[in-house]
């Protein structure tokens, strides 16, 4: 029988919102990035591993995270986790071509260290992707519960990932087609005083465990199928609001941070030329 991280495990996998947010982010990785073996990837915030088997797609993974209890789960998982803290990752500068930042840097106090962090430890030409939550007045008990510190705004991101040196390819609002529901609900919630019980067996202080409401498994299965649509939606053009923020950076390879970067669509008409 699974043990109980490896149950929250599964139903995180299951759960909507990550696999609708797994499908952006490969989206976006396949139509900027590609496949390949001989990359180094970086997950930054790694808990018990629950990316870096997509990430693999990417190139050999290297996972980080400041909790020892999600790092054990993710070494039995067979993964390479190290124990660090985003604002002084242990790794060289330009070590990585890829670093991945998901749902992780809302929890950090500085998230400018953060960044400059992640843009120390990416290879000149190598890309970082970023997703947060959006909009500080979509606020609710949730991100007390998951200890965010801060929601940023689509702008907010993008001149945070300037400051730290990227050049932005691309950045758009997730969860676009649930936003006038989700808002709703967050909206009544609050002007109800209704919060999550949080003596409920699905909300723990344990990092790497789902700290989400359960949902029905037929409105699960419904927005796991919106979660797709918006998925190829995002493949075709940015969004222009949501409940979430995926962003894609590259740190430039000239001193003057101005790099001639190839178009997803200039790539697949040069026959799948890397960048």
């Excluded at 808990?47 to 997509?54: P, V």
């Excluded at 945070?160 to 997730?174: D, M, P, Q, V």
């Excluded at 989400?212 to 493949?235: D, F, K, Q, T």
């Amino acid at each position: 029988m699974a043990s109980t991280p490896m149950l929250v495990l599964l139903e995180e996998d299951r759960h909507w919102w990550f696999a609708s947010r797994t499908r952006a982010l490969l989206g976006l990785l396949d139509l900027y990035v590609g496949p390949g073996d001989d990359r180094k990837v970086l997950d930054v915030g790694a808990g018990a591993g629950n990316m870096m088997h997509h990430l693999a797609h990417y190139g050999r993974v290297i996972g980080v995270d400041n909790n020892p209890r999600p790092i054990a789960v993710a070494r039995e998982r067979g993964y390479e986790v190290y124990l660090g803290d985003a604002q002084g990752l242990p790794f060289e500068d330009g070590e990585f071509d890829l670093v991945a930042l998901l749902d992780t840097v809302e929890h950090c106090p500085d998230d400018r260290a953060v960044l400059q962090e992640c843009f120390r430890v990416t290879r000149p030409g190598g890309h970082l992707v970023v997703t947060v939550p959006a909009f500080m007045w979509l606020w609710s008990y949730n991100d007390v519960l998951n200890k965010h510190q801060r929601r940023y705004t689509a702008g907010e991101l993008r001149s945070r990932l300037e400051e730290a040196g990227f050049t932005i390819r691309y950045i758009s609002y997730n969860n676009f087609l649930i936003f006038p529901l989700a808002a709703l609900m967050i909206l009544a919630r609050r002007w109800l005083g209704r919060q999550p019980d949080l003596t409920s067996p699905h909300f723990s202080d344990d990092a790497y465990q789902v700290e989400m409401e359960p949902v029905a498994p037929w409105l699960n299965a419904l927005l796991s199928g919106v979660g797709r649509i918006e998925a190829a939606l995002l493949r075709r053009t940015p969004l222009p609001i949501g409940t979430s923020i995926i962003a894609l950076a590259q740190r430039p390879t000239h001193p003057d941070g101005q790099d001639h970067l190839i178009s997803p669509r200039s790539r697949r008409e040069r026959g799948g030329e890397k960048d």
